[in-house]
């Protein structure tokens, strides 16, 4: 049996109307060899029914339970056949052949390039990301104070056509399959976030390199409002984050101080909806900074919660 080049692999929380455009723009822009992977995370029967019957040629993963981004994307990287997978954020639209395109740039890439990316762009045109570099402590900090801005030009960001980046957006991302495996595919121990930095910095003290393709590009919707998960969410992507920095003291009392004032700062403002999601978010972050749960046990503890 003739293996396809490409195993395409998106993740969709019972959102047809994000799903549907992403697939129909890999259905209409991609030409070579691929399967395409949907894990349903979560759907109505009657949503999953429908998807099904719509898109026949997608191979379906029922996935229901609690699970983050790693987990559920790993139910089918463990099963795709292709020599690369392409990682695709069920928000995102093609008006270009993304997936062709990618797979070309490896053909131009030394024998030590693992994955590539293209220019992620928000739906206004503006860019997200065009490459990225390093994360640590530091910057993860600068991060929380909106002080980090990742498409101004640099070593690894925002050059033009094909150049070396460091670590990788997981919205959209061509990466080896052999690689991938043997990375042990998405890192589990983190729920949100930052498992698309992680294997990017994984990948480097590996000896591989990272790459991104500034002329091609895919438009990450990337809805701006706040879920009413929020005060689940963010506590996780805040272990997740300490994790993987190393749970540093200093850290760890930046964050403390910084959610304590932002506790203060809801607590006297007017009692909207919106405002107290936001404080009782900071106060369960607040009990996330010296926990020693995973950031799933996170998730689940505040989400039980209401």
């Not at 992620?120 to 390093?134: E, K």
């Not at 990337?222 to 805040?238: F, L, N, Q």
């Not at 403390?256 to 107290?276: D, I, M, N, S």
Request: charged share 25%.
């Amino acid at each position: 049996m003739k293996l396809p080049l490409v195993s395409i692999v998106i993740v969709c929380m019972n959102r047809p109307d994000n799903l549907y455009p992403c697939l129909e723009g890999i259905r209409t822009q991609t030409r070579v060899d691929c399967e395409t992977w949907v894990v349903a995370y979560r759907f109505s029967p009657e949503n999953l029914a429908k998807a099904q019957a719509d898109f026949p040629w997608v191979q379906w993963i029922v996935s229901d339970g609690t699970r983050g981004f790693s987990e559920n994307n790993n139910l089918a990287l463990r099963r795709v056949r292709g020599r690369y997978c392409f990682i695709v954020n069920d928000d995102t639209r093609m008006d270009m052949p993304v997936v062709d395109r990618l797979a070309e740039d490896f053909a131009r890439l030394p024998e030590d390039a693992a994955a590539v990316s293209p220019c992620i762009r928000f739906a206004d045109g503006g860019v997200q990301t065009c490459g990225r570099g390093p994360w640590s402590a530091w910057r993860y900090a600068l991060h929380y104070l909106h002080g980090v801005d990742e498409t101004r030009p640099s070593r690894w960001t925002m050059q033009e056509g094909l150049f070396r980046t460091y670590t990788l957006n997981g919205a959209c991302f061509l990466i080896r399959t052999d690689v991938f495996r043997e990375a042990g595919w998405f890192d589990e121990r983190f729920f949100f976030t930052p498992e698309d930095i992680a294997l990017g910095d994984l990948l480097n003290r590996r000896g591989w390199s990272v790459w991104a393709d500034a002329d091609v590009s895919i438009t990450h919707l990337a809805g701006g409002s706040v879920s009413a998960m929020e005060a689940a969410i963010k506590p996780a992507r805040v272990r997740g984050s300490l994790l993987f920095y190393g749970e540093p003291l200093p850290l760890k009392l930046f964050i403390g101080c910084f959610e304590a004032l932002r506790v203060c700062k809801y607590a006297f403002l007017p009692r909207t909806e919106h405002h107290l999601l936001m404080r009782r978010t900071a106060v369960n972050v607040l009990h996330t900074v010296f926990s020693k749960l995973s950031p799933k046990e996170i998730f689940i503890r505040f989400s039980s919660h209401g």
